[in-house]
T-cell receptor, first 113, second 115 residues
Framework: DAKTTQPNSMESNEEEPVHLPCNHS???????IHWYRQLPSQGPEYVIH???SNVNNRMASLAIAEDRKSSTLILHRATLRDAAVYYC??????????????FGRGTQLTVWP | KAGVTQTPRYLIKTRGQQVTLSCSPI?????VSWYQQTPGQGLQFLFE???????NKGNFPGRFSGRQFSNSRSEMNVSTLELGDSALYLC??????????????FGPGTRLTVL
């Protein structure tokens, strides 16, 4: 059900940019791309979402490929607090599963001081 | 504004018992979703409620049920507990049900251990 593919893990040094990739080759034209992250011992938290255009907010940037088959979450300057599991999710717009979040395995991001 | 709260935070039960978990959404939010998180299966959708009606259901057996009250608070119940039901149960609230741009806000979860 997840319909997205992410690397199992990535590492970064503190204060360096991080690019977290996500493949979603079967995305439909109306599926939104959402990113959530889960810090240790906490519930997931929303990071950012987009449809076609690149998006920026105070937490991160989302770069969406022109064909929408892949996207990249960009953390401009990683901090130790950014160490978490990052989930790339397609927000289903069809039928009875409208709006349901399908979580894949996500990417475990490790940030080194 | 207070976040999503879940009670209890930790629970230990034995096989065959039943359990009820509670979730209070963010004030003004009318949709509540429940998820189960285990190391083996990851995060899996259980069900979603909006205006006291179940709008969406995941692939879980009938032992898993839920309800939503008029104040949007929600409970989920698991009957005849099995060892495999040990998991972190997460509740998420949002303003609307099924809106593709709506953000879901998660609570800290209830850690259920079945012995």
């Amino acid at each position: 059900d997840a319909k997205t593919t992410q690397p199992n893990s990535m590492e970064s040094n503190e204060e360096e940019p991080v690019h977290l990739p996500c493949n979603h080759s079967t995305i439909s034209g109306t599926d939104y791309i959402h990113w959530y992250r889960q810090l240790p011992s906490q519930g997931p938290e929303y990071v950012i979402h987009g449809l076609t255009s690149n998006v920026n907010n105070r937490m991160a940037s989302l770069a969406i490929a022109e064909d929408r088959k892949s996207s990249t979450l960009i953390l401009h300057r990683a901090t130790l607090r950014d160490a978490a599991v990052y989930y790339c999710i397609l927000r289903d717009t069809r039928g009875s599963t409208l709006g349901r979040l399908y979580f894949g395995r996500g990417t475990q991001l490790t940030v080194w001081p | 504004k207070a976040g999503v709260t879940q009670t209890p935070r930790y629970l230990i039960k034995t096989r065959g018992q039943q359990v009820t978990l509670s979730c209070s959404p963010i004030s003004g939010h009318r949709s509540v979703s429940w998820y189960q998180q285990t190391p083996g299966q990851g995060l899996q959708f259980l069900f979603e409620y909006f205006s006291e009606t179940q709008r969406n259901k995941g692939n879980f057996p009938g032992r898993f049920s839920g309800r939503q009250f008029s104040n949007s608070r929600s409970e989920m119940n698991v009957s005849t507990l099995e060892l495999g039901d040990s998991a972190l149960y997460l509740c998420a609230s949002s303003l609307l049900a099924g809106a593709t741009t709506d953000t879901q806000y998660f609570g800290p979860g209830t850690r259920l251990t079945v012995l």
